[in-house]
Every structure is written in structure tokens, then in C-alpha cells.
């Protein structure tokens, strides 16, 4: 009898371990998107006029780990401009809306942000 249950017992433990690495690996994932989230929130902060007010909506972490979202920030008289799409790879690689041509914003979200 004592047989039975060490297998049976064993079976269970891996059963249960090896649930608990699935949820592990899918909470990597998201904690590692959130990461890129933030970091890509820190860095359109850093070129916006107040960082304190930012909204940001429609957030995803794109190919290679680009922080792709919107983001609505207050213009020189206080007032928000309404929402502008962003990419972020890094801090000296985040690129708002109304930095570059329509056409080479919509190159460069259709290659890192879809």
C-alpha cells in the first residue's frame, strides 16, 4: 500500500509544480510588459512639458520590446492637445506623433508597434 501512495504522491507533486510554472512564466511575461510599460511612460515624460499631467491610454508592448501607446500631454498655455501615439525602445529612441512626417510615424509603428 505504502507503494501506491509514494507514486501517487509524487505524480501529485509534479502535477502541482508543474502548474505552478506555467502561471510563473505568464507572470514573467506580464510583470516584464509592465516593466516595458513604465519604462516607455518614463520616457515620453522626459520630452513632454508637464510629466505630472500626462494621460496615457492604449499601451502594448510591441516587436522587440517597444512600449507603443498614446498619450495626451498639456501644450505651453496648460491645455492638453489631446491624444498622440508614441514608440519607445529606449530613452534616446522614443518618438512622439508630432515629431516626424504622418507618413514616417505610421512606417515606423506599422514595423514596431503592430
Do not use: H
Not at 63 to 86: L, M
Amino acid at each position: 500500500m505504502i507503494r501506491l501512495v509514494a507514486p501517487l504522491g509524487a505524480a501529485l507533486v509534479l502535477t502541482v509544480t508543474l502548474a505552478a510554472c506555467g502561471k510563473t512564466a505568464a507572470e514573467k511575461q506580464r510583470e516584464e510588459a509592465a516593466t516595458q510599460t513604465s519604462l516607455g511612460e518614463k520616457y515620453v515624460k522626459e520630452k513632454i512639458l508637464e510629466p505630472n499631467q500626462a494621460q496615457f491610454r492604449n499601451q502594448l508592448v510591441g516587436k522587440g520590446g517597444a512600449s507603443c501607446g498614446e498619450v495626451n500631454a498639456k501644450d505651453a498655455f496648460g491645455a492638453y492637445i489631446g491624444y498622440q501615439r508614441y514608440i519607445s525602445v529606449a530613452r534616446d529612441l522614443t518618438l512622439l506623433a508630432q515629431d516626424v512626417s504622418p507618413a514616417e510615424f505610421e512606417q515606423q509603428w506599422q514595423q514596431l508597434c503592430r
